[in-house]
T-cell receptor, first 111, second 114 residues
Framework: GNSVTQMEGPVTLSEEAFLTINCTYT??????LFWYVQYPGEGLQLLLK?????DKGSNKGFEATYRKETTSFHLEKGSVQVSDSAVYFC??????????FGTGTSLTVIP | DTGVSQDPRHKITKRGQNVTFRCDPI?????LYWYRQTLGQGPEFLTY????????KSRLLSDRFSAERPKGSFSTLEIQRTEQGDSAMYLC????????????FGPGTRLTVT
């Protein structure tokens, strides 16, 4: 089957700290992988994506690399800002165009 | 285009009543998805359309749920004989069928069944 497991939160970091949010997946075939972000009071929006092994998605200083050998897609940012406080969801899309989301990781960045 | 819109934003209903939600996707998007999200969880796939055709439906979707997209534009999701367990946020998303399948989400409809 298809599923996504991401690290549980909440995560609290000081401004300019390094961020890692772990995400691993189980899928049949070769899924596409995504990170979505939900800022307070807003809807889900795509943060970054990768469609095949070894691809690196990047946006707004965030990066994630599609690792087929470890079935992982960990999200990283070198220096977080207060404005990065949000809930982050890892997701996969299978060959049938169904999306599977993780449970979300809440990040709070304090000044 | 202002993005994906959903109506209503909030719905409170009594157990046993029927409810219907509407989603208007981004106009040039031919794919439309419905999800359910409960507190502390990620969105759970319910069903998706390509144009007017319903191509996939989650096994978790009971017979009380039905979705339509009659002209390949807006979509409706109906829940019959609502139960308290149906209380959740119902999200709609749309995308093109080409490219990298980026989904654009609407703000959701929050359903409370009393």
């Amino acid at each position: 089957g298809n599923s996504v497991t991401q690290m549980e939160g909440p995560v609290t970091l000081s401004e300019e700290a390094f961020l890692t949010i772990n995400c691993t997946y189980t899928a049949t075939g070769y899924p596409s992988l995504f990170w979505y972000v939900q800022y307070p009071g807003e809807g889900l929006q795509l943060l970054l994506k990768a469609t095949k092994a070894d691809d690196k998605g990047s946006n707004k200083g965030f990066e994630a690399t599609y690792r087929k050998e470890t079935t992982s897609f960990h999200l990283e940012k070198g220096s977080v800002q207060v404005s990065d406080s949000a809930v982050y969801f890892c997701a996969l899309k299978n060959a049938g165009n169904q999306f599977y989301f993780g449970t979300g990781t809440s990040l709070t960045v304090i000044p | 285009d202002t993005g994906v819109s959903q109506d209503p934003r909030h719905k409170i209903t009594k157990r046993g009543q029927n409810v219907t939600f509407r989603c208007d996707p981004i106009s040039e998007h031919n794919r439309l998805y419905w999800y359910r999200q409960t507190l502390g969880q990620g969105p759970e796939f319910l069903t998706y359309f390509q144009n007017e055709a319903q191509l996939e439906k989650s096994r978790l979707l009971s017979d009380r749920f039905s979705a339509e997209r009659p002209k390949g534009s807006f979509s409706t999701l109906e829940i019959q004989r609502t139960e308290q367990g149906d209380s959740a946020m119902y999200l709609c998303a749309s995308s093109t069928s080409g490219g990298l399948y980026e989904q654009y989400f609407g703000p959701g409809t929050r359903l409370t069944v009393t």
